[in-house]
Each structure stands twice: as C-alpha cells, then as structure tokens.
Nanobody, 127 residues
Framework: HVQLVESGGGSVMFGGSLRLSCVAS????????MAWFRQRPGGEREPVAV???????SYADSINGRFSASKDNAKNTFYLQMNALKPEDTAMYYC??????????????????????WGQGTQVTVS
C-alpha cells in the first residue's frame, strides 16, 4: 500500500532554514504527482509546491521564492527546502501524492484536484 513519511520539521529562529523530506513507498509507477501542503494554526490547509509525474514543479504564489522543492526519483523522495523562515510559516506540513498525469501542478495548487494519499505531517515552528 502507498505510504508517505515526512521528516525534517522542527523549531527554528526567524530567518533560519529547514529541509523537509517526504519518502514515498508502495507506488506501482515511479512517475506520480507529489505535493507539499501546510496548515497554519487556526487556518485551512493550503498548497505549497507540487511536482508532476514528469518532474515539473509548481509553487503557490504565497511562497515568494523562499522555498524550493526538488525530487530524487532514485530515492522516491520529495524535498522542500525552506529558507528565510518567518513566524507565519509556522504550520504542520503535509506531503501528498497520487497517480496523476503531467501538467496537473496548477490544478493541484488551485484545489481543483485533490490528492488521494497523505502523510502524517511534520511540524515546523518559527519563532
């Protein structure tokens, strides 16, 4: 069965950096869509970054270039490098994935497509 395991969260000071990792297992096809979402305290879940089946990465407009996503297909791991962290980045960060064709990044970011597999999340706290 599909499993997503996030790691890399923690507590950092304003301006610090963290790299989140999401290891996916159980996918029959190594080409699948993966994404990072976050849910801030009292807020709704929001998208952060999406990589489609062909490796094209899309970002939410709110990220403003501070975050960078990447995928290591050999390790089936999706990363989120977060720099210049701010207190408003404090959130539970979730990894999600699904079997989806290429080009779906914008639709996932817009909420038009909901991914079917989710990890347990990793907490990021910025003070």
């Amino acid at each position: 069965h599909v499993q997503l395991v996030e790691s890399g969260g923690g507590s950092v000071m304003f301006g610090g950096s963290l790299r989140l990792s999401c290891v996916a297992s159980g996918f029959a096809d190594p080409k699948h869509c993966m994404a990072w979402f976050r849910q801030r305290p009292g807020g709704e879940r929001e998208p952060v970054a999406v990589v489609d089946a062909e490796g094209s990465i899309s970002y939410a407009d709110s990220i403003n270039g501070r975050f960078s996503a990447s995928k290591d297909n050999a390790k089936n791991t999706f990363y989120l490098q977060m720099n210049a962290l701010k207190p408003e980045d404090t959130a539970m960060y979730y990894c999600a994935a699904d079997y989806l064709p290429r080009g779906v990044g914008p639709a996932v970011l817009a909420g038009d497509i909901v991914l079917g597999y989710w990890g347990q999340g990793t907490q990021v706290t910025v003070s």
